[in-house]
């Protein structure tokens, strides 16, 4: 059986649990997993949005519940398991999609809690909501978990310097938990570039025209894009691969390969001279 739009339900009768998930790529990935067939629990801080993406779900004819809460707070992630244990019985994927790209700037002027918090947000939680899918399902029937991560987290650039640290962090420990946890779990990373989203709007906005041009494939991302590769591989297409982190990318680091015609350094120059909310 296959969607409108093609694609095989690949995910019928399974649960996925998506953080982060009320816009942007987080969104895109729920939506996605739900024309897989998946059945749904959302969360995100924003409990409007959380309403909002559940009821688009529902009418999508998925099965969704959602919790509204910060990941950073350990007892929404046992509530979100618990919600999605109720709700459908199950939880055999989870995406770790929720993040944070604050304290924006160079670390020397980091705030140490706002470090911590990028820490606990984009790292910790990711852990700990693993932790428990695990002891509530995933030990002893499996599953898939996908870490939404960057590809910046391969090099350094200016004003990025928690993000990218933390989510280098993120991407080891994809890595380690595909070590501890298969072959009943599977665990991998998807990398975005840089993706049409609210959080990246300070860098797109008003560049990207430019920013594209320096891409192999001549556009942005979208958050479709992304949405597409964590659902292959959520999906048992994707049976032999874990601790593996997928570029979607559109060419960023091969944009020097060959002259497309436009500046290739267009993202590093909006990151050192725009700031989020200027």
Request: charged content about 20%.
């Amino acid at each position: 059986m296959t969607s409108s739009r093609g694609s095989q339900r690949v995910l019928d009768g399974r649960c996925a649990v998506v953080t982060g998930a009320s816009r942007g790529i987080g969104r895109a990935v729920a939506e996605e997993l739900a024309r897989a067939g998946a059945r749904l629990c959302v969360t995100a801080r924003d409990p409007e949005g959380v309403r909002e993406t559940v009821a688009a779900l529902r009418a999508q004819g998925a099965d969704a519940v959602g919790v509204a809460g910060s990941v950073a707070d350990p007892a929404h992630l046992w509530e979100v398991t618990d919600r999605a244990m109720a709700a459908h019985g199950r939880v055999d994927v989870v995406v770790n999609n929720a993040g944070t790209n604050q304290p924006y700037g160079p670390l020397m002027d980091a705030d140490p809690d706002a470090w911590r918090t990028a820490f606990t947000v984009n790292v910790e939680a990711p852990l700990r909501l693993v932790q428990c899918a695990w002891r509530a399902w995933m030990a002893e029937h499996g599953g898939v978990v996908v870490n939404v991560c960057t590809e910046g987290a391969g090099h350094v650039g200016p004003n990025v310097g928690a993000y990218g640290t933390s989510k280098a962090a993120l991407l080891h420990l994809t890595a380690q938990l595909a070590g501890e946890l298969g072959p009943a779990v599977r665990v991998n990373a998807v990398s975005p570039g840089l993706v049409r989203t609210e959080m990246a709007r300070f860098v797109w906005e008003r560049a990207e025209q430019a920013v594209a041009a320096g891409l192999p494939t001549g556009r942005i991302g979208e958050p479709r894009d992304v949405a597409r590769a964590v659902r292959w591989l959520a999906s048992d297409e994707a049976s032999w691969i874990t601790g593996a982190d997928l570029l979607v990318d559109g060419g960023t680091r091969v944009r020097a390969a060959a002259p497309f015609g436009g500046d290739p350094d267009a993202v590093q120059r909006r990151l050192r001279y725009q700031f989020p909310g200027a």
